[in-house]
């Protein structure tokens, strides 16, 4: 039995399922893993109108598929544990835990994220094989983290397999001292969303518990445990590229949708909308897109460095396209920042009652490999500006009176991101006070 999503330059998607039952070969319940989905595009790419053509590339991307962290890894293990003193199983779905071994590895990609990156990577020296002539090459950028730096090698190597373009810039994750646009670790007063999916999990949990320690005497399993069980269904399926049999132990749409909404609880009380000093944390990314987008020098006063921000060699200004790999909840951030993703009909999201028209929904947002375009588009009218995410071409309403506009003058698209170039308006430094 294996699985896999995998994405082709023409823009969609084809399932590659071999040996594998038909529930599960027409399942969406990948759909419901939230930030642990794996990437898929939204939209088949589309062409900016006749007349005009793409003459600048800026590319954020989430790193790849992984195993889970250190602390998710405690916290599986832990639940492992107490279903081992279960006295009797008597559900079948879990009678596999008879010679059931957990085997995943800590933080690292796995070989199905490295595989995503190499044709996403493919997929872009194909859409904007215009914008290359022999000498001309990304510049490419990532966050310190290994899996971050081994999506972007493997982003690479799909773009040019006999001549990668090189991994210019790496930025240190090293906390309120790193100074990196990449990750969100510089606010040493950003909460956290434990509070708002510690109330959804006490919501859609219990039941779940109850059903899973009736199933295994002796467990006595808490709502954590539930929660660190249900990962494994896509921690496994992405690293095995087979579905885990975790997934079955799980009933369906309610059980999955409760998991879907608990990472866009986390998602947006992380920092998205719904966090105090969550935003901030994108201003620094979006005053460096702004300032390859018009040819400027950087102006900012957050994250970025202020020493790579101002040398040709770390930050040019005259690339036709820019590549930097990130982590879901700095991207989460920047969208923030930038203004995305604003459902003002449904915010801020409940924690008792998810909303089923919310546009906010992490598998969409940050699925593993999630990226931003944002695209320079030249018209004979004039400049303009495109955000795609997951290929998906976004509304720009905050600078238009229309909802429906999806492409915005250069310096509309700059007077509207007035929150980033302010410097956030005083939030910032709100993070060290």
């Not at 008597?90 to 933080?107: E, I, K, P, V, W």
């Not at 990609?109 to 595989?115: C, E, H, T």
């Not at 059903?211 to 467990?219: C, I, K, Q, S």
Request: charged share 20%; with cysteine; glycine share 8%.
């Amino acid at each position: 039995m294996s699985w896999a999503l995998r994405v082709h330059a023409g823009g969609g998607t084809e399932s590659f399922l071999e040996d594998v039952d038909v529930d599960w070969s027409t399942s969406e319940t990948w759909k419901n893993w939230a930030q642990y989905s794996p990437y898929t595009p939204l939209a088949v790419y589309s062409l900016p109108p006749d007349g005009c053509v793409v003459s600048q590339v800026n590319i954020i991307q989430r790193h790849g598929a992984r195993f889970p962290t250190s602390g998710a890894a405690t916290r599986i293990r832990a639940a492992l544990e107490k279903l081992s003193n279960a006295t009797d199983i008597t559900d079948n779905r879990l009678q596999f835990l008879s010679g059931y071994q957990y085997d995943l590895g800590q933080d690292d990609l796995v070989p199905f994220g490295a595989l995503q990156s190499r044709e996403l990577g493919s997929v872009d020296v194909s859409r904007y094989s215009h914008l290359f002539s022999h000498d001309e090459v990304p510049f490419v950028r990532a966050s310190g983290s290994t899996r971050v730096i081994q999506t972007a090698l493997n982003w690479t190597v799909g773009f040019n397999s006999q001549s990668p373009p090189p991994l210019s810039v790496i930025l240190a994750e090293d906390g309120a001292a790193s100074n990196n646009t990449l990750d969100d670790n510089m606010c040493t007063n950003a909460g956290s969303s434990d509070e708002q999916t510690s109330a959804w999990l006490s919501v859609y949990a219990p039941n779940i518990t109850a059903r899973l320690n009736a199933a295994a005497p002796g467990a006595n399993l808490d709502d954590e445990d539930t929660f660190a069980l249900m990962t494994l269904c896509p921690f496994e399926s992405v690293a095995k590229e087979e579905k885990s049999p975790w997934c079955d132990v799980f009933d369906g749409v309610d059980d999955w949708a409760g998991f879907e909404y608990s990472g866009d609880l986390d998602k947006y009380y992380g920092t998205g909308y719904g966090a105090y000093l969550g935003r901030v944390q994108g201003v620094g990314y979006v005053n460096e897109l702004l300032a390859r987008l018009t040819g400027t020098a950087v102006n900012d006063s957050t994250q970025t460095n202020s020493t790579l921000d101002s040398s040709e060699e770390t930050f040019p200004l005259d690339r036709a396209m820019y590549a930097d790999f990130s982590h879901d909840n700095q991207i989460i951030a920047i969208y923030s920042a930038m203004g995305l993703f604003r459902q003002p009909e449904v915010e801020p999201l409940g924690l008792d009652d998810p909303n089923v028209n919310r546009t906010w929904r992490a598998d969409r947002l940050v699925p593993f490999s999630a990226r931003m375009v944002v695209e320079k588009v030249a018209c004979a009218d004039g400049e303009f500006v495109r955000v795609l995410v997951n290929d998906d071409v976004q509304p720009l309403s905050f600078c238009s009176d229309g909802d429906d506009v999806t492409m915005c003058e250069l310096q509309a698209f700059v007077d509207s991101q007035a929150y980033a170039r302010a410097g956030g308006e005083g939030d910032w430094e709100k993070c060290f006070e």
